[in-house]
């Protein structure tokens, strides 16, 4: 087996099975994408991406100030005002429909570079995000045509031209779930990718390009919270489309109310995953992990609130510790990684201050014993129990492998323990009565509630919060309103 | 020495293979100008009866695939269709068309197949509804295929006609016995051909040629047969098509119309047949009542 050094711990049996990386293109220097070219930044400026599983640099990124980013609403404008507006809802189709076919022939070098920019695993950029955002677009193409039929008894229209700010833990799909439904109802959008994960965005560009899509419908442009800002308050920007945290979405909600833009957001989240006495055990540990060890813990809707009813609450921690136990930490490229990289050192040392700040609040800490590889940015997955609901670790996002359990004896307590949060964006509820499941299912307020399972997504099933979770919908029917007036 | 060329045999369609039709029997339609198009099939009632069987036999995995799969399944057809526009252009002069009508026809037809592509997964969001009925029940009522359904495709077209009438109904998780324009059947022997190389499971469409009147009597009373499509505009053959309906309560679909126009399309071609289904589940009403969050 692959030796990994300075390593500690048991020792798991499984030979490396690293997926391999000749077939990618990446190139050396990235640019704007604006107007259908890439095009140098105004500053000059260019910052690296790495891929936080080895620390090593990617490729250097343009860097937009306000000037880039003018140019680019500006080219959005222009291909809205002369070519997309005016164009046909079934001509409109016919070029998502030619986007998902190709992003479905170069699904596995997408998945790679995923992989390599993000830290997440190669499983999962295979196997769950890269499908998700061919289904996307392939979903969105077929509503081109039809959005009379979404909204009946409504004059539909596009809004203008749309800025789009998306996160790092899902890059590319945040980029399908940006671009798709916009692009369907006929806007143009400029989207900025997050700094540390641009790379998906920028071969996106590419690819939007060979598919002979106009120039200026889709323009990427990168950099940090400035580049993001000079988005938000452009003037011509008819509508702010973000996904990121609660914090930042407040100032976004700021400005756009200050500048009336139509707005939507999809912000953080502290979902609370209920087991009940009678559900499957066994199937419910293993949504657990899944709720919150899916990419890192990198998940908006992570089920980070473990309720457990008290009577089960034993075996559910004993055979959860057991199960975690068996959790693979390491390289992301190979196919038997659980948990990948944290996507970045700045992200790791919060999640390792939030883990602190859990063991000073008297919470009890668990943590399996498993070999975390040298380099790179990697945390254990982390359990607390004994966990108050006042504790800031058991109420703050913390966007890691880190799960709170709280144990619960009525269903109407767990319901009181589980609204109780100024988020509200998913749940999960796990019980072998139906009858049960959808009265909580009625009761929890989540934009998303999942039922004996947890973290699916879906083209056709709308995504979002509510409160402080942002507002607004992506995917699904609903997701088209987000670019309708 | 000019090279001899390779005429093209035309056969029927049945359960993903090309066979004969079982009667050996044929004839030989004309075109405008009294030119012999070829050696065609005559189909025999058993012929559409083995159709039946394929159809019934392929509707299982057919409807029960991902909404999803199926547009996919159905974009692919475009793919193929867009592959062989030049073949279905040529085939349609020789049967008439002018070069530009043939064209318009082909780029029409492609582009309808990918309408209804987009429609698979989202006729149950248009049409389902949750019924907030007054019992404390989770009740929502979503449309399902109907089964196997008898085209008699349009007479007065060969390709449009056809594609209109076939893919929404096969959108839904159909599967379809079709009988073609009986004097304009090449495109319908070659969209077999198109049907056959795009991922779609043998059975799901079947097609015949011939006179529809023999084996349309079949699909008529034929009790696993679900719907009959009445696509042509032949009074006779409906009149008795409504008639015979009667046996196993067929639903029947009228669906005749100028098909070249761009609005002869839509999801109420999908909805037409399918049944619609009422799902109740028992919910239970415990706490929640003092949450304030």
């Given at each position: 087996?692959?030796?990994?050094?300075?390593?500690?711990?048991?020792?798991?049996?499984?030979?490396?099975?690293?997926?391999?990386?000749?077939?990618?293109?990446?190139?050396?220097?990235?640019?704007?994408?604006?107007?259908?070219?890439?095009?140098?930044?105004?500053?000059?400026?260019?910052?690296?991406?790495?891929?936080p599983?080895?620390?090593?640099?990617?490729?250097?990124?343009?860097?937009?100030?306000?000037?880039?980013?003018?140019?680019?609403?500006?080219?959005?404008?222009?291909?809205?005002?002369?070519?997309?507006?005016?164009?046909?809802?079934?001509?409109?189709?016919?070029?998502?429909?030619?986007?998902?076919?190709?992003?479905?022939?170069?699904?596995?070098?997408?998945?790679?570079?995923e992989t390599l920019d993000a830290g997440k695993?190669?499983?999962?950029s295979?196997?769950?995000?890269?499908?998700?955002?061919?289904?996307?677009?392939?979903?969105?193409?077929?509503?081109?045509?039809?959005?009379?039929?979404?909204?009946?008894?409504?004059?539909?229209?596009?809004?203008?031209?749309?800025?789009?700010?998306?996160?790092w833990n899902f890059p590319?799909?945040?980029?399908?779930?940006?671009?798709?439904?916009?692009?369907?109802?006929?806007?143009?959008?400029?989207?900025?990718?997050?700094?540390t994960t641009?790379?998906t965005?920028?071969?996106?560009?590419?690819?939007?390009?060979?598919?002979?899509?106009?120039?200026?419908?889709?323009?990427?442009?990168?950099?940090?919270?400035?580049?993001?800002?000079?988005?938000?308050?452009?003037?011509?920007?008819?509508?702010?489309?973000?996904?990121?945290?609660?914090?930042?979405?407040?100032?976004?909600?700021?400005?756009?109310?200050?500048?009336?833009?139509?707005?939507?957001?999809?912000?953080?989240?502290?979902?609370?995953?209920?087991?009940?006495?009678?559900?499957?055990?066994?199937?419910?540990?293993?949504?657990?992990?899944?709720?919150?060890?899916?990419?890192?813990?990198?998940?908006?809707?992570?089920?980070?609130?473990?309720?457990?009813?008290?009577?089960?609450?034993?075996?559910?921690?004993?055979?959860?510790?057991?199960?975690?136990?068996?959790?693979?930490?390491?390289?992301?490229?190979?196919?038997?990684?659980?948990?990948?990289?944290?996507n970045?050192?700045?992200?790791?040392?919060?999640?390792?201050?939030?883990?602190?700040?859990?063991?000073?609040?008297?919470?009890?800490?668990?943590?399996?014993?498993?070999?975390?590889?040298?380099?790179?940015?990697?945390?254990?997955?982390?359990?607390?129990?004994?966990?108050?609901?006042?504790?800031?670790?058991?109420?703050?996002?913390?966007?890691?492998?880190?799960?709170?359990?709280?144990?619960?004896?009525?269903?109407?307590?767990?319901?009181?323990?589980?609204?109780?949060?100024?988020?509200?964006?998913?749940?999960?509820?796990?019980?072998?009565?139906?009858?049960?499941?959808?009265?909580?299912?009625?009761?929890?307020?989540?934009?998303?509630?999942?039922?004996?399972?947890?973290?699916?997504?879906?083209?056709?099933?709308?995504?979002?919060?509510?409160?402080?979770?942002?507002?607004?919908?992506?995917?699904?029917?609903?997701?088209?309103?987000?670019?309708?007036? | 020495?000019?090279?001899?060329?390779?005429?093209?045999?035309?056969?029927?369609?049945?359960?993903?293979?090309?066979?004969?039709?079982?009667?050996?029997?044929?004839?030989?339609?004309?075109?405008?100008?009294?030119?012999?198009?070829?050696?065609?099939?005559?189909?025999?009632?058993?012929?559409?009866?083995?159709?039946?069987?394929?159809?019934?036999?392929?509707?299982?995995?057919?409807?029960?695939?991902?909404?999803?799969?199926?547009?996919?399944?159905?974009?692919?057809?475009?793919?193929?269709?867009?592959?062989?526009?030049?073949?279905?252009?040529?085939?349609?002069?020789?049967?008439?068309?002018?070069?530009?009508?043939?064209?318009?026809?082909?780029?029409?037809?492609?582009?309808?197949?990918?309408?209804?592509?987009?429609?698979?997964?989202?006729?149950?969001?248009?049409?389902?509804?949750?019924?907030?009925?007054?019992?404390?029940?989770?009740?929502?009522?979503?449309?399902?295929?109907?089964?196997?359904?008898?085209?008699?495709?349009?007479?007065?077209?060969?390709?449009?006609?056809?594609?209109?009438?076939?893919?929404?109904?096969?959108?839904?998780?159909?599967?379809?016995?079709?009988?073609?324009?009986?004097?304009?059947?090449?495109?319908?022997?070659?969209?077999?051909?198109?049907?056959?190389?795009?991922?779609?499971?043998?059975?799901?469409?079947?097609?015949?040629?011939?006179?529809?009147?023999?084996?349309?009597?079949?699909?008529?009373?034929?009790?696993?047969?679900?719907?009959?499509?009445?696509?042509?505009?032949?009074?006779?053959?409906?009149?008795?098509?409504?008639?015979?309906?009667?046996?196993?309560?067929?639903?029947?679909?009228?669906?005749?119309?100028?098909?070249?126009?761009?609005?002869?399309?839509?999801?109420?071609?999908?909805?037409?047949?399918?049944?619609?289904?009422?799902?109740?589940?028992?919910?239970?009403?415990?706490?929640?009542?003092?949450?304030?969050?």
């Amino acid at each position: 087996m692959a030796k990994n050094k300075k390593t500690e711990g048991i020792e798991w049996n499984y030979s490396s099975s690293l997926e391999g990386t000749s077939h990618i293109q990446l190139q050396k220097k990235y640019d704007l994408f604006i107007g259908g070219k890439f095009v140098k930044p105004h500053s000059g400026k260019y910052f690296d991406t790495i891929n936080p599983a080895t620390g090593e640099v990617l490729a250097a990124i343009a860097q937009a100030d306000e000037t880039d980013v003018d140019k680019a609403v500006k080219a959005a404008r222009k291909a809205y005002n002369e070519i997309w507006k005016n164009m046909s809802g079934k001509e409109r189709g016919k070029y998502l429909f030619r986007i998902a076919r190709l992003i479905q022939d170069r699904a596995r070098e997408f998945a790679v570079i995923e992989t390599l920019d993000a830290g997440k695993t190669i499983r999962e950029s295979r196997d769950v995000d890269v499908p998700l955002v061919a289904n996307h677009f392939f979903y969105y193409a077929g509503w081109a045509d039809k959005l009379e039929y979404a909204f009946p008894n409504r004059k539909v229209e596009s809004l203008g031209v749309a800025g789009q700010i998306i996160p790092w833990n899902f890059p590319l799909l945040m980029a399908a779930w940006k671009i798709a439904p916009a692009l369907a109802c006929g806007n143009t959008v400029v989207l900025k990718p997050a700094e540390t994960t641009p790379l998906t965005a920028l071969k996106l560009a590419e690819l939007i390009r060979d598919a002979g899509l106009p120039d200026g419908v889709v323009n990427i442009v990168t950099g940090y919270g400035d580049t993001g800002e000079a988005i938000v308050r452009h003037e011509d920007v008819d509508k702010v489309a973000f996904t990121g945290s609660t914090p930042v979405g407040k100032r976004i909600h700021e400005i756009a109310m200050e500048m009336g833009k139509k707005c939507t957001l999809e912000l953080g989240g502290k979902s609370a995953n209920i087991i009940l006495d009678d559900a499957p055990i066994d199937q419910a540990v293993e949504g657990i992990v899944n709720g919150i060890f899916f990419n890192q813990g990198h998940v908006c809707c992570a089920g980070s609130r473990l309720f457990v009813q008290e009577n089960v609450a034993d075996i559910v921690v004993r055979k959860l510790k057991d199960r975690m136990q068996s959790l693979i930490v390491g390289n992301p490229l190979d196919k038997n990684t659980d948990i990948g990289a944290i996507n970045s050192e700045k992200q790791l040392k919060t999640i390792h201050q939030y883990i602190q700040l859990g063991v000073e609040e008297g919470a009890e800490l668990y943590q399996p014993e498993c070999r975390v590889p040298a380099n790179g940015f990697y945390c254990r997955p982390t359990l607390f129990t004994n966990v108050a609901q006042s504790s800031r670790i058991a109420q703050e996002e913390i966007f890691g492998p880190v799960l709170t359990i709280q144990t619960f004896r009525t269903v109407d307590e767990v319901i009181q323990k589980a609204n109780n949060s100024p988020y509200g964006l998913a749940a999960g509820v796990w019980s072998d009565k139906g009858s049960r499941l959808f009265n909580l299912t009625s009761k929890l307020n989540a934009g998303v509630v999942w039922g004996n399972t947890y973290n699916r997504f879906d083209p056709s099933s709308p995504f979002g919060g509510f409160k402080e979770s942002g507002y607004g919908r992506e995917g699904g029917l609903h997701g088209l309103s987000a670019y309708l007036k | 020495m000019s090279r001899l060329e390779i005429i093209k045999t035309y056969k029927i369609y049945i359960g993903g293979a090309f066979p004969r039709t079982e009667s050996g029997r044929y004839y030989v339609p004309l075109n405008k100008k009294g030119e012999p198009l070829g050696n065609v099939c005559l189909c025999s009632k058993k012929d559409a009866k083995n159709a039946v069987v394929a159809a019934r036999k392929a509707f299982g995995s057919w409807s029960e695939r991902a909404a999803f799969n199926r547009s996919q399944i159905l974009y692919r057809i475009a793919e193929m269709l867009e592959g062989r526009k030049a073949q279905f252009v040529e085939e349609l002069v020789l049967q008439g068309s002018t070069q530009k009508a043939a064209q318009q026809e082909v780029e029409a037809s492609i582009d309808r197949v990918v309408y209804y592509a987009g429609w698979c997964d989202k006729v149950s969001q248009v049409t389902g509804s949750v019924n907030p009925v007054t019992s404390s029940h989770f009740n929502f009522s979503v449309y399902q295929p109907m089964g196997v359904i008898g085209i008699i495709a349009d007479q007065s077209t060969s390709l449009i006609g056809l594609i209109s009438q076939v893919i929404p109904v096969i959108a839904s998780g159909n599967t379809v016995v079709v009988l073609a324009a009986e004097n304009l059947p090449l495109c319908a022997v070659t969209f077999a051909e198109v049907i056959n190389s795009s991922d779609v499971p043998g059975g799901v469409v079947n097609i015949l040629t011939g006179k529809p009147d023999e084996p349309a009597s079949v699909l008529g009373t034929h009790m696993d047969v679900n719907a009959i499509v009445l696509g042509s505009d032949s009074k006779e053959l409906n009149a008795s098509l409504r008639k015979s309906s009667a046996l196993n309560l067929k639903r029947v679909i009228e669906m005749q119309t100028d098909w070249s126009k761009a609005d002869a399309q839509g999801l109420y071609q999908i909805t037409d047949c399918m049944e619609l289904k009422t799902t109740w589940h028992p919910v239970e009403n415990i706490g929640g009542s003092t949450s304030s969050y």
